[in-house]
DNA sequence: TGCCCTATCAAACACGTGTTTCAATCGCCT
DNA sequence: AGGCGATTGAAACACGTGTTTGATAGGGCA
């Protein structure tokens, strides 16, 4: 597409990037459920994507790590374009649905547990990087530099959290303005986000920072009590109107 | 330097690298007073490097805002990363010289009013994009992705930043705990950064975010208030020893 | 003036990238 | 078995990158 225009259709190159819906509509069951060189590259991309950025990860690291050719990226999505937001669907899906964080927590408990909950596991999804959770990684990341599918990631990935975020603080302090929620959501956000996007930082300013799971329960703790304590005296301030 | 271990001496190549030094100490005043292409390029080159980032930046870019030849990296600092490397310690000459934050708060200022002072002016260098203000905007994308300078950084740079926060802290409230301390300073700098990192995607979730220098005052009033209620109670919570 | 050192310029080079090509292989159906 | 489409493989292409090269001016000094 950044080429001079496709200069030949060689009829084969018109069909081969719908080959991916056909061959996804004919011949396997009918979801991302067989384990063919097409979810490794999903798989694969998911983590260079989240670890390297968009423009840092290579096509070719990519299928080294999926075991595939450097044409299977071509072959399956057409782009590298495509291949994110690909990818960047696929975690949508992994994430909504091993995601108890919504039905593990009724609508009767407390806003105070809901609000350590939210912060707990949002923390957990982005900290720990060994095990393969980069979905929410590859969100941090295009929070950070806004790649091809920043909208898409806005709309069904952080607004949702976002506005779930919002009504735990109006039921934290119903005293609260709608400009004050959304400050307190930012700042909410903010306290988790920083251990993921200065972790470099970080890490060489407190060497003994180790942030593994113990850690990180011990930080999500602050972050919730730091939070509580100031949206409970919030609406005692002005009213943040813009 | 990442070449086939460099062919050809041809006496010019030797000497080259060297060359900044020597013209510096040699013909030129004595600092980098004068406006030649030297100049123009740690300028440029400042700019770039903050919103592209360094693997992201190009040197033709640069060369380009500067109004230089290409060669005239190459010639002048030899590498693109040692370039990087000069504008980080440019950056951080240039904010030195004209903050007043140590000088224009005494010792004496209430420490409610410090941590206002210190956050507001935190906030206004990183979220202004307009002004050439990069210095800031350079040491928080450095922060984000480890470049070849972050050790620099972090040592010359924001340890000291975060020393006074923590002072700070330590007075508002000298019952916290040293790990307490550690804590809310990440907390704050935390809620200041989200508004630099995360711009795309809080623009996309509130549209009416504009970020400009009264909007950044409301906000920075916002995280003052939200973080003196926190730090107020935060010596009723817990050790949270690590 | 003649010379040497410094700075600039256009062109090229070496290399990594995303993408394409075309042949070879696999898997299934009749 | 034979045929055929889907898939894979190795090599190449087009392009942008950082860097180097050799030539060409400036500019002070003997």
């Known amino acids: 597409m950044n080429r001079t225009a496709t200069p030949r259709p060689t009829t084969r190159s018109a069909i081969r ?5 056909d061959a996804k509509s004919s011949g396997k069951p009918d979801e991302a459920s067989d384990h063919g060189t097409r979810d490794r590259l999903l798989d694969a991309a998911g983590e260079v994507f989240a670890d390297r950025g968009y423009e840092q ?4 690291e990519i299928c080294r790590r999926a075991e595939a050719n450097i044409a299977a990226v071509s ?5 590298k374009r495509t ?3 690909e990818v960047i669907a696929y975690a949508h899906r992994c994430a909504d649905e091993y995601d108890p964080s919504q039905e593990a927590v009724s609508d009767a408990t407390p806003p105070a547990d809901r609000l350590r ?7 957990q999804r982005i900290g720990l990087k060994g095990r393969p959770a980069w979905h929410a990684r590859l969100m941090a990341r295009e929070m950070a530099s806004p790649g091809a599918a920043l909208d898409h990631v806005v709309r069904s990935g952080v607004r949702p959290k976002f506005e779930a975020l919002q009504i ?3 039921r934290l302090n119903p005293r609260l303005g709608e400009r004050q929620v959304e400050l307190c959501a930012c700042s909410i956000v903010g306290q988790c986000l920083i251990y993921y996007h200065a972790r470099p930082v970080l890490s060489r300013l407190f060497p003994n920072l180790r942030l593994d799971a113990r850690e990180i329960g011990q930080i999500a703790d602050h972050i919730t009590r ?3 304590d100031a949206v409970a005296l919030a609406h005692l301030r002005g009213d943040d109107r813009p």
């Open 83 to 85: 291949l994110y937001i």
């Open 117 to 123: 909950h939210f912060i707990l596991t949002f923390m």
């Open 226 to 228: 730091f939070s509580l």
């Open 168 to 170: 735990i603080l109006r």
């Open 17 to 21: 990037p719908g080959v991916r819906i």
């Open 75 to 79: 072959y399956h999505f057409g782009d």
């Open 57 to 60: 990860a290579t096509i070719r």
